[in-house]
């Protein structure tokens, strides 16, 4: 189907370590996992993302299930990690608390590079603590993620305040009157957007509305003082951390719940598609779902976009190659190495498995076709001796091994062979 794709085995290798690479860095700063369905009621996202926005107006996959209830593919993470955060009471645990989770969601969207129908997101949320230092201490985790990953000298952190919900509406009846004055220079998704939701035009890419929007109030001078001292201590803390910024004034999200803190890391590399990371404060968003009072903060990380920007695997591999491939030379001889190559994989030795029925020659270019370290031989003369032929891939060179010893041999060669390499 358009907007989905399949991630091959040589692919695959890239997303196994942007996932491994998330837990080891997440579970450092002390978050723990929860994993989510796929599916919840429409309601959930309609009240948490905002029924003015593009993605519940436009882009969600909503159907009616057999009972005529209305549920919806999740479209992004947040939204259902606070409705489990409020149904299983974890908001009675120490504050903040931290949690992460990782898997696929669903937009109607006009596919691009790096942006899917079905698409992957990494997602971290703090929740229950609104101390601005832990503001700068959640964006300086997403800085040291793309650190692990050697990519985050090529990214930019840009930074913005949307203020609250004291001083916003503020903002938003300055800024509509503004673009109401300008409509005429405006695009036609702009003007329709201006009533509904004006903070999303800033956002708008088309060229012919930018100097129009460049031009337009900034949220920056409507701060009340709160804001405007959460947002100085934010910086001061991400200049201790030595996190470089930019300000960036005309920065907003496409969910309605931001508030204070908003932030996105951007990359030259992936053109229209710029944003690799982002996210930012959500007081106010649990209370609306229906939990405790409690603020929270929080990013999502766009997988597919940052394994775009990783190099290829080192060894650019095709397929996992093994480290043995067994030949039994019969049946009598598959029979023995069976258990052999169940011993040796629980030893996590990679071992292809011949099923006796082919010639040695021909078992033995296979075992070259698929890079296999090692050849393990086993015929009639070998099974009578209770041994097996141990032959080298690469130099020619064999030995024998007693077979009830050959499942610890090929593990203690697998053993060196990793620690050289």
């Known amino acids: 189907m358009r907007g989905v794709h399949d991630i091959l085995p040589a692919e695959a290798a890239k997303w196994e370590r942007v996932e491994g690479t998330a837990r080891r860095v997440f579970e450092?700063?002390?978050?723990?996992?929860i994993r989510l369905p796929v599916f919840e009621r429409t309601e959930l996202f309609a009240r948490g993302i905002g029924e003015v926005t593009d993605i519940v107006q436009k882009e969600m996959y909503t159907f009616l299930d057999r009972a005529g209830e209305a549920v919806t593919l999740r479209p992004e993470a947040t939204a259902s990690l606070l409705r489990a955060y409020i149904e299983h009471g974890l908001h009675v645990h120490p504050k903040p608390v931290r949690l992460y989770t990782m898997g696929p969601m669903f937009r109607y969207e006009r596919p691009q590079a790096g942006r899917y129908?079905?698409?992957?997101?990494?997602?971290?949320?703090?929740?229950?603590?609104?101390?601005?230092?832990?503001?700068?201490?959640?964006?300086?985790?997403?800085?040291?993620?793309?650190?692990?990953?050697?990519?985050?000298?090529?990214?930019q952190l840009q930074l913005n305040s949307l203020g609250d919900a004291k001083c916003r509406p503020v903002y938003r009846e300055r800024l509509l009157e503004?673009?109401?004055?300008?409509?005429?220079?405006?695009?036609?998704?702009?003007?329709?957007?201006?009533?509904?939701?004006?903070?999303?035009?800033?956002?708008?890419?088309?060229?012919?509305?930018?100097?129009?929007?460049?031009?337009?109030?900034?949220?920056?001078e409507a701060l009340c003082d709160d804001c405007r001292r959460h947002f100085a201590d934010v910086r001061e803390y991400l200049d201790a951390m030595a996190i470089p910024y930019v300000l960036n004034d005309r920065l907003v999200r496409g969910l309605d719940y931001y508030v204070r803190t908003t932030f996105e890391l951007t990359t030259a590399e992936l053109g229209a598609q710029n944003a690799v990371a982002g996210?930012?404060?959500?007081?106010?968003?649990?209370?609306?779902?229906?939990?405790?009072?409690?603020?929270?903060?929080g990013f999502a990380i766009g997988i597919e976009r940052v394994v775009l920007l990783l190099p290829p695997p080192a060894e650019g591999r095709e397929g996992r190659k093994p480290f043995a491939f067994l030949i039994p030379l019969g049946a009598p001889a598959l029979r023995a190495l069976l258990p052999v190559a169940t011993a040796a994989r629980a030893s996590a030795v990679t071992v292809e498995l011949g099923y006796g029925d082919r010639k040695l020659r021909s078992e033995l270019e296979r075992a070259n076709r698929l890079g296999a370290a090692?050849?393990?031989?086993?015929?009639?003369?070998?099974?009578?001796?209770?041994?097996?032929?141990?032959r080298d891939m690469a130099s020619g060179a064999q030995h024998t091994v007693a077979l009830p010893e050959l499942a610890r041999e090929l593990a203690r060669r697998f053993e060196v062979e990793r620690s050289r390499s």
Not at 28 to 33: I, N, P, S
Not at 194 to 201: S, Y
Request: charged share 25%; with cysteine.
């Open 117 to 155: 129908r079905q698409f992957h997101q990494l997602n971290v949320e703090a929740l229950g603590d609104d101390h601005p230092a832990l503001d700068a201490q959640v964006i300086g985790m997403l800085v040291e993620f793309f650190r692990a990953l050697e990519l985050a000298g090529r990214l």
């Open 178 to 220: 503004y673009l109401r004055a300008h409509a005429a220079a405006l695009c036609a998704e702009c003007r329709d957007r201006m009533e509904r939701n004006p903070l999303r035009v800033l956002d708008c890419k088309t060229p012919a509305c930018r100097p129009v929007l460049d031009a337009a109030p900034s949220v920056q």
């Open 374 to 390: 090692w050849a393990v031989i086993v015929g009639e003369t070998e099974l009578a001796r209770g041994e097996a032929v141990l």
């Open 28 to 33: 450092a700063y002390g978050y723990e996992e």
């Open 279 to 297: 996210g930012g404060r959500y007081d106010g968003l649990i209370e609306l779902l229906g939990g405790p009072p409690d603020p929270g903060i």
